[in-house]
């Protein structure tokens, strides 16, 4: 595996990152339209006597709907750029989510393309080269492009776009563990699929003290491509009465199903109660679920749970067998 760089015309303000990166000058000055956005959240703005390449990162406090974190980058000095100071700020925002593990998915812009007057193509490849050369080997750095011609340009251009970027499932494991036994069990499951190449993310692993706890699950389940919904009595309690951190994932939940096709595999529902009906939700109750009564880890449900979070087609010609946990 390696770092994934992408394209996406688009403003990167529109969907939730863990990181946004947000351009400015040396002297602390931003554009406009990034202005504008800073006072609509009340976030202060970057700092004067920036280095030309430069990168600070800090909580994003008042902006948890869009990022976990930002990152102001000097990309500009008195109206001019340069390559390799780009390509520094990828470096740099590449090691912080190698050392952050909550970190896997940046937004950008092109920095130094507007005032700092550095061709669009050079730009996005400077990007490229720094971030794939320090960040992790799951995260993923996309570049936002305002303008559709300049991201058709930037697309057709194959030192920027070189083969296919891999297709990292990112899934948000939801569950209420209230016992030492479940706590482990949720960690375990999270990690063997971090294991199996599944960017499972886990309030244990990846929620920060001090997050607004019910934006940092919008969040996830927004940039989820899965969902893995672990299930006993007391989820199902708190699922149906609406109750907690439970009660208000639930309603996200119950929201974005509504939008989902009758065929969506998104939500994958594993129940650990001693018969199924005890552990499933109300608004679960017509899921497919996954049956996993005993403490122990079973290799049959691991490997059929990633099976499906991968969409890895079934083949016809194997013998399907029920297997009892």
Not at 224 to 230: E, G, H, L, S
Request: net charge negative; glycine share 8%.
């Amino acid at each position: 595996m390696s770092p994934t760089v992408k394209l996406r015309l688009g403003d990167m303000f529109d969907g939730p990152a863990d990181l946004i990166v947000l351009p400015c000058s040396t002297s602390g000055t931003i554009t406009g339209f990034v202005a504008r956005r800073l006072v609509q959240l009340s976030i202060p703005h970057p700092k004067a006597g920036m280095s030309l390449g430069e990168v600070e990162i800090m909580p994003f406090e008042g902006g948890e709907e869009i990022a976990q974190f930002v990152a102001f980058a000097a990309s500009v000095h008195r109206n001019t750029s340069g390559v390799n100071e780009i390509r520094a700020i990828g470096q740099e925002i590449g090691r912080f989510t190698a050392l952050n593990s909550s970190v896997k998915y940046v937004a950008a812009p092109l920095l130094g393309a507007g005032a700092g007057g550095v061709q669009s193509e050079l730009v996005a490849a400077a990007l490229r080269e720094g971030f794939s050369a320090t960040a992790a080997d799951d995260a993923t750095l996309v570049i936002h492009v305002l303008h559709q011609d300049v991201y058709d340009r930037l697309k057709s251009n194959r030192r920027i776009i070189k083969g296919q970027p891999k297709d990292t499932v990112r899934v948000f494991i939801s569950h209420t563990s209230k016992t030492d036994d479940a706590v482990e069990w949720v960690k375990s499951l999270a990690l063997y699929l971090i294991e199996q190449g599944v960017q499972a993310r886990l309030d244990r692993f990846h929620l920060r003290r001090g997050m607004d706890l019910q934006q940092w699950m919008r969040n996830e389940l927004a940039m989820a491509r899965k969902v893995v919904v672990i299930s006993d009595e007391a989820y199902k309690e708190r699922a149906d009465g609406h109750v907690g951190g439970v009660g208000w994932e639930t309603r996200i939940m119950q929201t974005d199903i509504s939008k989902l096709p009758p065929d969506s595999t998104k939500y994958q529902v594993v129940v650990r109660a001693p018969e199924i009906e005890l552990g499933l939700p109300i608004y679960l109750s017509t899921r497919y679920a996954f049956h996993v009564p005993s403490k122990v880890q079973d290799d049959a449900f691991r490997n059929e749970l990633v099976t499906e979070l991968l969409d890895v087609p079934i083949d016809p010609t194997l013998e399907i067998r029920e297997c009892a946990l």
